[in-house]
């Protein structure tokens, strides 16, 4: 059974480009959260997905948007990217309360 | 503001020995409370959740304490071996976003 993947594994991009991240959850669950982690803290939530729609979302500009398929697979988009959206951005899957991570996608802006 | 505020930062413990990390929070509504470990380059992997109506969880060497008037947990690795040196996160929630703690940095020295 996979867990939770990610792609791609490592991004560089430019300031004021634009990007997409993509997760596959763990099988079996429906629900999908996106957090990001930045070098040396802890993860901090960006928003979660459920029934294709955005449930819940944590304190992020509009920048920052997301999307779920009917298959429970999710994408983050982040527009015009600033240095400070250099980060491990992570992504949870759940059915209940426990929330499995993936092994993230390393993002740099220069 | 950081709801859930972790100590230490970093801690150095003998092959053997007890690693002792504190949590504290101050959101009552907060029922939910898991232990994540993160080794570099890696995403978090949940390792053990407790309820506030439980003061006590063991999970083979993972002990999780809670303290409910105190607003506090903590989590105790005991018998610390080399391959536990990695970062443990305290997180928690009463809804589906997790709060997580800053982390402790934990090394095991052989």
């Known amino acids: 059974d996979a867990g939770v993947t990610q792609s791609p594994t490592h991004l560089i991009k430019t300031r004021g480009q634009q990007v997409t991240l993509r997760c596959s959850p763990k099988s079996g669950h429906d629900t999908v959260s996106w957090y990001q982690q930045a070098l040396g803290q802890g993860p901090q939530f960006i928003f979660q997905y459920y029934e294709e729609e955005e449930r819940q979302r944590g304190n992020f500009p509009d920048r920052f948007s997301g999307h779920q398929f009917p298959n429970y697979s999710s994408e983050l988009n982040v527009n015009a990217l600033l240095l400070g959206d250099s980060a491990l951005y992570l992504c949870?899957?759940?059915?209940?309360?426990?929330?499995?991570f993936g092994p993230g996608t390393r993002l740099t802006v220069l | 503001q950081q709801q859930v505020k972790q100590s230490p930062q970093s801690l150095i413990v003998q092959k053997g020995g007890i690693s002792i990390i504190n949590c504290a929070y101050e959101n009552t509504a907060f029922d939910y409370f898991p232990w994540y470990q993160q080794f570099p380059g890696k995403g978090p992997a949940l390792l053990i959740a407790i309820r506030p109506d439980v003061s006590e969880k063991k999970e083979g060497r993972f002990t999780i304490s809670f303290n409910k008037s105190a607003k506090q947990f903590s989590l105790h690795i005991m018998d610390s071996q080399p391959g536990d040196s990695a970062t443990y996160f305290c997180a928690a929630t009463n809804d589906y976003k997790l709060s997580f703690g800053a982390g402790t940095t934990v090394t095991v020295r052989a």
């Open positions: 949870a899957s759940s059915l209940v309360r426990e929330q499995f």
